[in-house]
């Protein structure tokens, strides 16, 4: 049944507050996809003139999504045969291809680019610092095109599969490394690598480490990144974590070169800069079920290799907690309870307390917003406000509690209440598989990537004008019939419109006599309607009652 909101009422949702009504949700233990979190798969492509460039297979993507609950793809670039030339353009122009496809897939990727997937004797492993900046600057183009299908890039270029340890470039310490023998000119060169690829892409997405001592060495900062610099442009900021090894032995097999200090750093650091890799063996005393989950939560994973290491995967299968890491990588957001109100005049503001709980092991790491969406019930017209939180700052239990103003051209009527969280960049905006699902029964709408706050909400005329701020109106005949007549002041400087009770506009024809207008209501069926008078100062309004 419809709520019926009289001008008294009005009067007292002003003055005296509005009536609010708390919502509860339930949560759903589903598994479901979500963007930029979760297990990805993993590809790669050569370079070689043997085997060609290996393009991403579109049905393929399509199937990781669809059947498998993936949003990521792991992509390696190996750079393997221009160690000693630029990239060629038709190699610039396939990962282009990738790119369209990873996006035609309402996919994501995590890219790193390599010379090498091996090491030894004769193997080639990287080029020089000078060629490697040649070729950040070759691809630069590429990575501003398509940031927006770029969850985050790992730094690579250095070593055999860009993980910085095996290399033959003595500026950058010579092969095999020892973490310690390293020179600060090897620091120093690093970091220029680093901080090209940082140029090179866009701010809106970060660069990961393989090792936690390299980010505290290159940029002289042994202390986790602060909360008050998180989320900014500057180069820590944008420089998070990524782990080959994790839990392949006690240090993950030289990830960390002391626990003791660099854990807590960790357990800091990524709460705001991304965290994933992958397992490389079976440890058992690591990658049991129970400790896998500790560190996850701990070092706040969002992403993981679904396709290695295969036997520390299918021990966590056979462990029987396989599921539950599918679904808390990243963030599983939960809305748990919402404050909303019944009903608001269209020059208050709308108060929303969202009551949140982040039962994942991390929040989102690139920037995105939430709005609340009002939904017209009669025209289907929807109305975005972006809320003030920053959906990276959910993590655990969060109330967002903030007073929203109610955007231009919205009318009286009754609205159905969503909450949006879609991707920030316009090319996926309006992609409902980019948008972020909350896990919860019925709440998700797949067509639009709306969560739905199961709450109806009233849009009422401006009734709250003090009365000596009030025109001086005078409505008749009470109830009107054929005909109303609106008598007032200077009348015809004024513009009116009429709604219905569901908000919608209706045209009347009307006949303007000196301070008199009469409106044809003929075609009215009974009911309550509104008329709005507005002269560009003044807005005002009355309600009338139709009754033949």
């Not at 909101?5 to 598994?31: E, K």
């Not at 982040?358 to 939430?370: I, K, Q």
């Not at 309607?529 to 309600?543: A, K, V």
């Amino acid at each position: 049944m419809r709520k019926v909101f009289t001008f008294f009422g009005a009067l007292l949702f002003i003055y005296g507050g509005a009536q609010t009504t708390t919502v509860t949700y339930t949560a759903s233990s589903a598994n479901f996809p979500n963007p930029e979190r979760g297990f990805y798969k993993y590809s790669d492509t050569q370079s070689s003139s043997t085997n060609g460039y290996n393009l991403l297979n579109q049905s393929s993507l399509t199937n990781f999504r669809v059947n498998q609950n993936i949003t990521l793809v792991f992509r390696y670039f190996y750079l393997n045969d221009y160690v000693n030339t630029p990239i060629p353009q038709s190699y610039l122009d396939n990962m282009q291809t990738d790119f369209n496809r990873i996006r035609n897939a309402g996919l994501k990727s995590v890219i790193r680019f390599a010379y090498s997937d091996d090491y030894g004797d004769g193997v080639v492993l990287d080029a020089t610092k000078a060629r490697m900046l040649e070729h950040i600057n070759q691809i630069r183009p590429l990575l501003i095109a398509n940031a927006d299908v770029i969850a985050v890039m790992q730094a690579g270029f250095i070593g055999a599969w860009g993980e910085w340890y095996y290399t033959d470039q003595a500026e950058f310490g010579g092969w095999g490394y020892n973490q310690t023998s390293l020179t600060s000119a090897n620091y120093a060169h690093r970091k220029n690598i680093t901080d090209a690829i940082l140029s090179a892409l866009p701010n809106t997405r970060a660069v990961q480490i393989r090792y936690p001592k390299m980010k505290q060495q290159m940029y002289n900062t042994p202390t986790p990144l602060p909360p008050s610099q998180a989320f900014s442009n500057s180069s820590l900021a944008r420089i998070g974590h990524h782990n080959d090894c994790f839990l392949s032995s006690n240090t993950d097999v030289g990830t960390y070169s002391n626990v003791n200090t660099e854990y807590p750093y960790l357990d800091q650091e990524t709460q705001f800069v991304p965290m994933g890799g992958e397992t490389c063996a079976v440890f058992e005393s690591r990658t049991n079920c129970e400790t896998a989950q500790f560190e996850m939560a701990k070092f706040h994973w969002s992403y993981l290799n679904l396709d290695y290491h295969p036997s520390v995967i299918n021990g966590w299968q056979t462990g029987d907690c396989y599921q539950e890491i599918q679904k808390n990588l990243g963030y599983r957001f939960q809305l748990t309870s919402a404050v909303l109100p019944q009903s608001i005049a269209l020059n208050n503001q709308l108060s929303v307390t969202l009551n949140i709980n982040n039962v994942g092991y991390a929040a989102p790491f690139n920037e995105r917003y939430a709005y609340i969406v009002l939904k017209n019930t009669a025209t289907n017209e929807v109305f975005p406000i972006m809320l003030d939180s920053d959906p990276r700052s959910w993590q655990g239990e969060v109330t967002i509690s903030e007073n929203l103003t109610l955007p231009e051209g919205i009318i009286p009527g009754d609205y159905d209440l969503f909450l949006h969280l879609p991707d920030a960049y316009a090319s996926l905006a309006n992609r409902p598989e980019y948008a972020i699902r909350f896990a919860n029964t019925n709440m998700w709408e797949s067509s639009t990537g709306y969560n739905r706050l199961d709450h109806k909400i009233e849009i009422t005329q401006t009734l709250g004008i003090a009365d000596n701020n009030r025109l001086k109106v005078v409505l008749h005949p009470v109830p009107a019939d054929s005909e109303l007549t609106v008598e007032m002041d200077a009348a015809s400087e004024y513009n009116f419109q009429i709604y219905n009770s569901l908000g919608q506009q209706i045209k009347l024809n009307a006949t303007h006599n000196g301070n008199k207008v009469s409106f044809d209501t003929q075609v009215l069926s009974n009911g309550v309607y509104i008329i709005q008078f507005n002269n560009g100062e003044i807005n005002d309004s009355r309600r009338f009652i139709v009754k033949h």
